[in-house]
């Protein structure tokens, strides 16, 4: 099952949050090598006695990864039992090699002072970027992408439309940034997987959810064939809760039945 949540910082300073409305929240700890977002430790503390499973990320500026990471380790260090922690990059003046070297730096330098790789936060067309690195396969991916130019008053019932190779699933699609939900208009989030995964990935060396196997594909492909989860849109959303790329499974389903239909 997927849940429901939204990320805040100190933008949201004022705004009362009905944490009753959702399953997860993603607060700002951190920016650059200098700021520390004041109202991190209240957000956290507030979910945390109310179940909400919690999240910390680290705004990139423009100083060394290094210190960044430094930077944001001393301050999240004491929160990794609680918190799931993420890189959010939203540079898009640099190059893909730019972008790559830097976030590849950064995760290093993470992993080595904690022995967790964070999770990172990228807007869908930075995907790509990442094509021959080493992120994809230890670092969870919380995608951004608006569909509706942000301003959705509900909770999407489709999957996360966007291209996120070479990821092979994304852990979280950002799909608004002005959402009615929690009691307020926030920036809105759905994460693909449920809470116990949620509660594996702290203070875990690798933090990514099982990918799947090439038997596991073929026994999914197999159920849709037998017809376990109905049709069309329906049985593409089912596909993907349970952990599935649709396409492939799909391109399967199809090698499948032409092989049937030969013989």
């Known amino acids: 099952m997927s849940m429901r949540g939204i990320d805040v910082s100190n933008w949201d300073a004022d705004r009362e949050v009905i944490l009753s409305d959702i399953d997860f929240l993603i607060a700002k ?38 210190d960044e990471a430094d930077h944001f380790y001393e301050r999240v260090k004491n929160y990794l039992n609680i918190c799931i922690p993420f890189l959010d990059y ?5 190059d893909a090699e730019s972008v790559r070297e830097w976030c ?6 993470f992993y080595a002072l904690s022995g967790v790789y964070p999770g990172i936060y990228i807007s869908a067309c930075l995907c790509s970027y990442f094509a021959g690195s080493w992120v994809p396969e230890k670092c969870m991916l919380w995608i951004a992408g608006y569909p509706k130019d942000g301003i959705v008053h509900e909770y999407p019932e489709e999957y996360c439309p966007y291209d996120y190779s070479p990821w092979v699933l994304p852990f979280i699609w950002q799909f608004s940034s ?15 997987y449920d809470r116990r995964i949620w509660l594996q990935h702290l203070k875990k060396d690798e933090p990514l ?48 039945m032409e092989v049937c239909d030969v013989e």
């Open 178 to 192: 002005l959402c009615d939900t929690a009691g307020g208009i926030f920036d809105a989030d759905v994460c693909y």
């Open 209 to 256: 959810p099982t990918i799947p196997t090439n038997e596991d594909y073929m026994h999914e492909a197999c159920k849709v064939i037998l017809g376990y989860y109905g049709t069309g849109d329906e049985r593409a959303y089912a596909v993907r809760q349970n952990g599935y790329d649709y396409t492939h499974v799909q391109n399967l389903v199809n090698d499948i």
């Open 90 to 94: 939203e540079d898009f003046s640099k």
């Open 104 to 109: 590849e730096r950064f995760v290093d330098r």
């Open 29 to 66: 700890c951190t920016e650059g090598i200098y700021f520390d977002d004041p109202t991190f430790e209240s957000f956290v503390k507030g979910a945390n006695d109310c179940k909400v499973l919690t999240g910390a990320y680290h705004f990139a500026g423009s100083e060394s990864p290094e």
